[in-house]
């Protein structure tokens, strides 16, 4: 989540610019961009513009895919999450955007969100950049994308780099089922809570943390899952000093408490495939608490524990209620 920048004082070229709201017929437009379709009409009879998500390299300039010079080139509107770090990125392509640069980020993303909305159904062709990665994965996006699709106005992607599927596959862990669970909370006792919330989640987690957490989160995952559930912290993913460092979890808050820097990915096995043999009434009834304290109501929590344990309904049921007689 990038600082504000300096909007369109950052590229002298966009200065004082309008965005245009009809695409030149060739002059100024790269290839790849001229004659592409728009959404459709809007309700007035005229017609929509474009909606342009576009992945940004997480480390690694190289990793740009080559619309996304095209793009930044051609874009009636470029939205930046840190128009200084757009600065920098578009020096490193040799691109110089045509049309006006705004920023577009955390602080100011619902009050900006109509702007550009009403610069869509004027017919522009709006690009949303955020710092690193693809927008809206725990980066500014999701708010306009879905205006965006309220107003059926077309929204597509330059697909680029990600830090989740990328330390995913460098895990080592297992990859055909996987979960994204962000930002943990900065709160020790609601880290606790979030994390309980998927202690039973077989399929791998992924996680961002940020590296002065990074000791506290791993300790917090050993409580609750357990102290051997294989890991993996990636840190730095296609910069210089990329490293990722696999075991334990017991083992990584060790190493971690020494000092880590960087941008950090959190990759976490899921939990094991548990029989019924091996869940007495008391750990059944401590899941369906968990749900019920997530939000579940009883019934479901009784239901997901049973399926989880490979268990009918009525034994779940019964342990809950015998718990509760015995508690009055």
């Known amino acids: ?3 504000t920048g300096r909007d369109a004082a950052d590229f002298p070229a966009a200065r004082g610019r309008a965005a245009a709201v009809d695409p030149p017929a060739g002059a100024g437009w790269p290839a790849a961009v001229r004659g592409r379709a728009v959404s459709g009409p809007c309700e007035d009879g005229g017609v929509t513009g474009t909606l342009v998500l576009a992945g940004t390299p997480i480390g690694d300039i190289a990793d740009a895919p080559p619309r996304l010079a095209e793009e930044l080139a051609g874009a009636d509107v470029v939205a930046a999450e840190d128009t200084r770090r757009l600065r920098r990125l578009t020096q490193a392509l040799g691109v110089t955007p045509k049309g006006r640069v705004v920023s577009y980020f955390e602080g100011n993303e619902s009050a900006r969100t109509p702007e550009l909305v009403e610069e869509l159904l004027g017919g522009a062709r709006v690009l949303l950049v955020t710092d690193a990665g693809m927008p809206s994965v725990s980066d500014p996006g999701y708010r306009l994308v879905a205006a965006a699709v309220e107003q ?9 780099p990600s830090a989740v599927l990328t330390a995913l596959a460098l895990s080592g862990l297992p990859v055909d089922r996987f979960c994204f669970e962000g930002f943990l909370p900065r709160k020790a006792g609601e880290r606790l809570s979030r994390l309980r919330e998927v202690a039973d989640e077989r399929r791998t987690l992924v996680y961002f943390e940020a590296p002065h957490r990074l000791d506290d989160t791993l300790a917090a995952m050993a409580e609750v899952f357990g102290a051997d559930r294989r890991a993996a912290v990636c840190r730095e993913l296609t910069k210089t000093y990329e490293e990722v460092r696999r075991g334990p979890l017991a083992e990584l808050a060790r190493w971690a408490a020494e000092g880590v820097r960087g941008e950090i990915t959190v990759v976490v096995e899921g939990a094991p495939e548990a029989g019924p043999e091996e869940l007495d009434a008391e750990e059944l009834v401590r ?4 749900r019920e304290e997530a939000g579940e109501r009883r019934k ?18 019964d342990a809950v209620v015998a718990a509760k007689r015995a508690g009055e």
């Open 1 to 3: 989540m990038g600082p």
């Open 152 to 160: 059926d106005i077309k929204v597509t992607a330059v697909p680029g």
């Open 287 to 290: 899941r369906v608490r968990a």
């Open 300 to 317: 479901e929590a009784i239901a997901a524990v049973a399926a989880q344990a490979g268990l009918p309904k009525r034994v779940v049921f």
